[in-house]
Each structure stands twice: as C-alpha cells, then as structure tokens.
C-alpha cells in the first residue's frame, strides 16, 4: 500500500516562498505519476503540477507557470513543490496524489495524501 504524507505547508505574505514535499512510502512502478492538487474554500479542487517519474516530464497549470516548480528525488521517493512568487489566490490545501498516468481528475490517482494547507496574506 502506498502512503503519502505532505508537509511545508504553512502561512507567508503575498510575494514570499514555500516549499511543500511529498514523502511516498510502500511506492511501487506502476504509479508513473506523481501529482500536486489544490482546492480553496467553495472552489473545485485544481491540479497544480504533474511529473512522469520516469522522463521527468512536467505539465503545470497556467495559474502557477512560472511561479512554481516540481521536482523529484528519487532516492527518497519524495517530490518537491517549490512555491515563489506566492499570491492570495494561492491559499489552498495543496494535495500530494499518485497514479500510473498524469490525470487531471483528482478522482483518477489511486493513492492520496491527507492535505497540508497553504494560506497567503496579503
């Protein structure tokens, strides 16, 4: 069984960084992607970011282009979202998630972690 625990989440002024990292355990090959997700209070949840582990290769939603960047370390089975430029909009609890494809519906990863908020003040 895969887990996913995120962490680095927490409260910056608008302009500041955050880096948030997602920790998987008991990762096995078949989960090819590894995703970050957001949703604000009464906004649909987004997907930030996704990275095929294997190539490398990224796909980042436009609101975050630019601004945000995910990386991989694969000794650790951890990915990295690292967060500048940070704007009010950005407040959200940010999702790690993992599948064998790059989705963009949350509701196609099979494996989840719980949430670590991110709240941006202005």
């Known amino acids: 069984q895969v887990q996913l625990v995120e962490s680095g989440g927490g409260s910056v002024q608008a302009g500041g960084s955050l880096t948030l990292s997602c920790a998987a355990s008991g990762y096995t090959a078949s989960n090819r992607c590894m995703a970050w997700f957001r949703q604000a209070p009464g906004r649909a949840r987004e997907r930030v970011v996704g990275?095929?582990?294997?190539?490398?290769?990224?796909d980042y939603a436009d609101s975050v282009k630019g601004r945000f960047t995910i990386s991989q370390y694969n000794a650790k089975n951890t990915v990295y979202l690292q967060m500048n430029s940070l704007k009010v909009e950005d407040t959200a609890m940010y999702y790690c998630?993992?599948?064998?494809?790059?989705?963009?519906?949350?509701?196609?990863?099979?494996?989840r972690g719980q949430g670590t908020q991110v709240t941006v003040s202005s």
């Open positions: 998630a993992a599948a064998s494809h790059c989705w963009w519906d949350y509701e196609k990863y099979n494996y």
């Open positions: 990275i095929a582990t294997g190539g490398g290769i990224t």
